[in-house]
């Protein structure tokens, strides 16, 4: 990271809602910011559930949530509800109850791949709609490599990534860290470990938390104990998405 950057970290999974509208809000407070030149952003891989099925092989998210991980057909239509009203403030399609649920595992290493290039932002924009918007299997290797080479990667780098192990150790230290630091939802916004939003805050929440880490930042203020942390809905490794 350069020396004259704030460093910002974010831990996502592609299944999670709120991590799509997350990121749209906080891009859109990035916008606003007066000092957005001075931030650099990494994505941090975080699963859910790594023992859904990969390859193509998902199944329908309503499916999921009431089947596999227990919740009752009301408590999952209230879900779908509260997410398609921030959907539609964030301006996106809400297509969530037509969704796909599956392993997210070669998407974290599609998006590490194409952060060798500084494709991983466009990357995971495009998984997560293909998800959110499209209902499309983001565990497919066809899909992926659809999506990789419309961001700007090579198909024989995407596909030699496919076959390989590549990133598996970097997916599982990501998540390990996000544990030593006391987090367990997404997504999870750290900025210079001193402020963290957890969850699909407003825009204006983003800009006022962006301001205050870089003005300290800035300033050299010390760093004092865990970040601050700011919380709002979020989904957490029980497959579950709040409301």
């Given amino acids: 990271m350069e020396s004259n950057k704030m460093k910002i970290e974010v831990w996502t999974d592609i299944m999670c809602p709120y991590c799509y509208i997350g990121k749209i809000h906080y891009e859109k407070a990035l916008s606003q910011f007066e000092h957005a030149d001075e931030v650099v952003l990494e994505w941090k891989a975080f699963q859910l559930n790594p023992d ?3 390859n193509g092989k998902g199944y329908p998210v309503n499916e999921y949530l009431t089947q596999t991980a227990g919740f009752s057909p009301e408590s999952v239509e209230n879900m779908h509800q509260a997410i398609k ?3 539609e ?3 996106v399609k809400f297509n969530l109850p037509n969704a796909i649920a599956a392993n997210t595992r070669d998407a974290h290493r599609l998006i590490k791949l194409a952060a060798t290039k500084g494709l991983d932002s466009a990357v995971l924009m495009r998984l997560s709609k293909a998800y959110f918007e499209e209902a499309g299997d983001y ?3 066809e899909l992926l490599l659809s999506i990789g080479i419309d961001a700007g990667l090579e198909e024989n780098e995407i596909l030699t990534m496919l076959n390989s192990d590549d990133y598996h150790y970097e997916i599982k230290q990501d998540i390990q860290e996000m544990a030593n630091l006391g987090f367990d939802t997404v997504p999870t916004f750290l900025m210079d470990r001193r402020q963290a939003i957890i969850g699909s805050e407003p825009v204006d929440l983003f800009l006022k938390v962006l301001r205050k880490a870089h003005a300290d930042w800035k300033n050299r203020v010390e760093k004092e104990g ?3 942390v700011t919380k709002g809905k979020s989904c957490s490794a029980d497959g ?3 409301i």
């Fill in 89 to 91: 403030n964030a301006g």
């Fill in 52 to 54: 859904l099925p990969d």
């Fill in 85 to 87: 009203v921030l959907a």
């Fill in 226 to 228: 865990d970040p601050v």
């Fill in 240 to 242: 579950f998405c709040e």
């Fill in 139 to 141: 565990s497919d290797r």
